[in-house]
C-alpha cells in the first residue's frame, strides 16, 4: 500500500498521514519532519537545507532525495510532502517505487492561513495539535508524552505566504501529472479531521484494504 498525501500546506497532509498510519499500518514519511530531526540532529543535510526551510522555499532536490532514500525502503507507507515537483516524482520512477493512490486534500486560502497560524506541535514527538481547532488539554503541553508545543519558525505570517507560492508555483503541477496517470482522489478537506478521514475510508480503494 503506496499513498501519496498532496495539497497545500496546512491541508491537514501530516494529521491524515498519522491516522492512516495507526489504522492501516502503513510508515508515515514526512520529508519536512525528516529535514527537520536532520537539522536537530546537526546532520550536514540538514545543516544545508536549514536556510531554504526558514524562507519558505523548497530546498535543493539532491538534499531531500538523499535524505529521503534511505527510508523508502518499505511498500507500505504514507508519503506526506515529497515528491513536491516532477524532478522529484521521476526520481521515485528511477528508483520503481511506484504509488498506488493520490489523496489531495483540498482547502480554501483562508481555512489555510487559520490553520497554520494555529498550529502548534510537540517537540518531543511530533503530535500536532491547533490552538483552537484540536487544542491539548493542557496549555503547552502535550496529551501524549507531556513535551513541550512549539510553533514552527515558517509557520509565522510571512513564511506562510512564499510556502504557498512555492505550493503553486511547483507542487501543484504534481495534481496533475497524478490526474493524468488515473490514481488522484480529490477530497474536501475543509472540515474537520475526522470528516476528512472519513471520506478517504470510504474510498473503495481503502475500503478494499482495510482487512488486509
Ligand atoms: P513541510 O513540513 O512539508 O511543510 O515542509 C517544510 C519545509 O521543508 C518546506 O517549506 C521546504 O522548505 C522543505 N521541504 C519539505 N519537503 C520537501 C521536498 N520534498 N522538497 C524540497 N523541500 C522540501
Redesign the pocket.
Same mark, same amino acid.
Do not use: Y
Given at each position: 500500500m503506496k499513498i501519496l498525501m498532496m495539497g497545500p %500546506?496546512g491541508a491537514g497532509? /501530516?494529521t491524515i498521514a498519522e491516522m492512516l498510519s495507526e489504522n492501516f499500518g502503513v510508515v508515515h514519511l514526512?520529508? +519536512? !519532519?525528516i529535514?527537520?530531526d536532520a537539522i536537530k540532529e546537526n546532520n550536514p543535510l540538514g545543516m544545508k537545507?536549514k536556510a $531554504?526551510?526558514e524562507k /519558505? @522555499?523548497? @530546498?535543493p !532536490?539532491e538534499i531531500?532525495i538523499e535524505l529521503?532514500k534511505e527510508k523508502l525502503n518499505t511498500d507500505k507507507f504514507v508519503l !506526506? +510532502? $515529497? %515528491?513536491?515537483?516532477l524532478a522529484?516524482v521521476k526520481k521515485l520512477e528511477e528508483a520503481n517505487i511506484g504509488i498506488d493512490i493520490v489523496l489531495n486534500l483540498q482547502v480554501d486560502e483562508e481555512t489555510i492561513i487559520s490553520r497554520i497560524s494555529g498550529r502548534r506541535i510537540c517537540e518531543k514527538c511530533g503530535k500536532i495539535y491547533h490552538l483552537k481547532n484540536m487544542p491539548p488539554k493542557k496549555n503547552g503541553i502535550c496529551d501524549v508524552c507531556g513535551g513541550k508545543l512549539y510553533q514552527r519558525k515558517?509557520d509565522k505570517p510571512q513564511t506562510i505566504k512564499e510556502?504557498l507560492n512555492?505550493y503553486k508555483r511547483q507542487t501543484e503541477e504534481l495534481i496533475k501529472y497524478y490526474g493524468e496517470k488515473g490514481i488522484l482522489k480529490n477530497i474536501d478537506a475543509g472540515g474537520n479531521k475526522e470528516t476528512t478521514y472519513a471520506k478517504i475510508t470510504d474510498l473503495e480503494w481503502l475500503k478494499k484494504r482495510r482487512y488486509k
Open positions: %500546506p497532509k /501530516g514526512s520529508s +519536512g !519532519d529535514l527537520r537545507a $531554504f526551510m /519558505g @522555499v523548497l @530546498v !532536490d531531500i529521503m !506526506d +510532502g $515529497f %515528491p513536491r515537483n522529484q515558517d510556502r512555492t
